[in-house]
């Protein structure tokens, strides 16, 4: 088999690592607050977003140490340590028996952060001429978690309930723990940078990716879009059912043709982006039309007697085409940015960022329900695109390669 050939079932593999344990995010998502809310301690809109969001806390807090970990120690221990810790707190969810010990174990679940981890080993194992379709595929297997959760999520509810479902990622991660260990080789070891120790290296890799202002912007990219993610899932099954007449166990229906149409209509913007060379203007329409379905559904919001089936429908597919450009789009734009002695340091500060808009995301998103209402929720997200999309004008495309040498140290 040809080395591309290797990089291609080594990608995929790893995707699908990444994708297993991103469906522990995904597919409670849209069933949790229903679930949170029958639990004693429960009946607080900001206890539900909690639950919902302190996943993404403490995926914030150990992603930049564990990102620095697998460069120090390599990546596959640390891989194997946050998937046991993302099973502990599956298990632990199915027996919470109130919603605060619901929340500990989203909290165990999400300190599990080998987002970074999974990303660099992806770079260790591929040449740069195909790592920007790895880092799209690793995008891509992340959308298709979050669209295929949502699809699936009411149905299961229904079927073995949340404590099924909570039994179900821990399998998950037992299976992404089996196919690392089995099915992805060991990279070669970094070494440090001549006349550098590996600490001086590392401190020095932080200092360079949080300097560089096409990775901030990317960053304070994939905070908003988590953002905006977390936050409107606090709301949208409420709005499922009372202003269209759904049950939560066949929102499915809803989310299936949703996530079905996106993914038609993604596949041919992600070609145009990377085939094309137009990632910068396909990224900023994303943009553009995740502010607007935001818009659209502070609408529906403030006017229920004018929304419905059709009109939420149509809202949830465009933002579900805007979420999946933007989710597949961006890990590739990094792998073209960062320079890739610092990949773990790069990717630790980017998932970070994500972790942080998880949290954010679902705290705000509960508070401001709790108080002002889902059409403020929609508002608050339109906002946060807004400054995204300021922020993403000013973001040149990527150039085909790394430079290093402008990334080395001493430079």
């Not at 969001?53 to 990102?67: D, F, I, K, R």
């Not at 905006?228 to 229906?253: I, K």
């Not at 329409?285 to 818009?295: C, D, E, T």
């Amino acid at each position: 088999m040809t080395n591309r050939g290797e990089e291609r079932k080594v990608a995929a593999r790893l995707a699908a690592v990444f994708a297993l344990r991103m469906v522990g995010l995904f597919l409670v998502l849209p069933v949790l607050a229903d679930y949170a809310r029958h639990l004693p301690g429960g009946d607080s809109a900001s206890m539900v977003g909690l639950a919902l969001g302190v996943y993404g806390l403490t995926q914030a807090l150990l992603l930049l140490p564990l990102g620095w970990a697998s460069d120090r120690w390599g990546r596959k221990p640390v891989i194997y340590f946050g998937l046991v810790l993302f099973v502990l707190g599956g298990l632990l969810a199915a027996w919470a028996p109130t919603v605060h010990w619901l929340v500990a174990a989203r909290a165990i679940q999400g300190a599990g952060a080998i987002s970074s981890a999974v990303t660099a080993l992806v770079a260790d194992l591929t040449a740069p001429t195909f790592r920007t379709r790895a880092m799209a595929m690793i995008g891509a297997s992340i959308g298709l978690a979050f669209a295929g959760s949502l699809a699936v999520a009411p149905w299961l509810y229904g079927v073995v309930g949340m404590r099924g479902i909570f039994l179900l990622t821990a399998v998950m991660g037992v299976l992404a723990l089996v196919m690392v260990a089995r099915g992805v080789p060991n990279p070669s070891p970094l070494t440090p940078t001549q006349g550098v120790t590996h600490q001086e290296a590392q401190r020095c890799g932080f200092a360079v990716v949080l300097r560089d202002s096409r990775l901030l912007r990317l960053d304070f990219g994939v905070f908003c879009l988590h953002f905006v993610q977390m936050a409107m899932w606090v709301v949208v099954p409420a709005l499922l059912v009372a202003q269209a007449g759904l049950p939560v166990s066949a929102h499915w229906q809803v989310y299936a043709v949703a996530v079905v149409v996106a993914l038609l209509v993604m596949v041919p913007l992600v070609i145009l982006a990377e085939k094309r060379g137009k990632i910068a203007a396909v990224y900023r329409g994303a943009v553009l039309l995740l502010v607007a379905m935001q818009l659209g559904f502070a609408l529906l919001a403030f006017f229920p007697d004018r929304s419905g089936l059709w009109s939420l429908g149509v809202a949830l597919t465009l933002f579900f085409v805007a979420f999946n450009v933007l989710e597949a789009t961006q890990p590739s734009w990094i792998s073209k940015v960062a320079p890739s002695r610092y990949k773990g340091a790069a990717l630790g500060v980017y998932n970070t960022l994500q972790s942080l808009g998880l949290f954010a995301g679902g705290a705000f998103g509960g508070w401001v329900a709790q108080h002002w209402g889902s059409g403020a929720l929609f508002l608050a997200c339109a906002l946060a695109g807004v400054l995204w999309y300021a922020s993403a004008q000013r973001l040149s495309p990527p150039a085909e390669g790394i430079e290093e040498v402008k990334h080395g140290i001493g430079q």
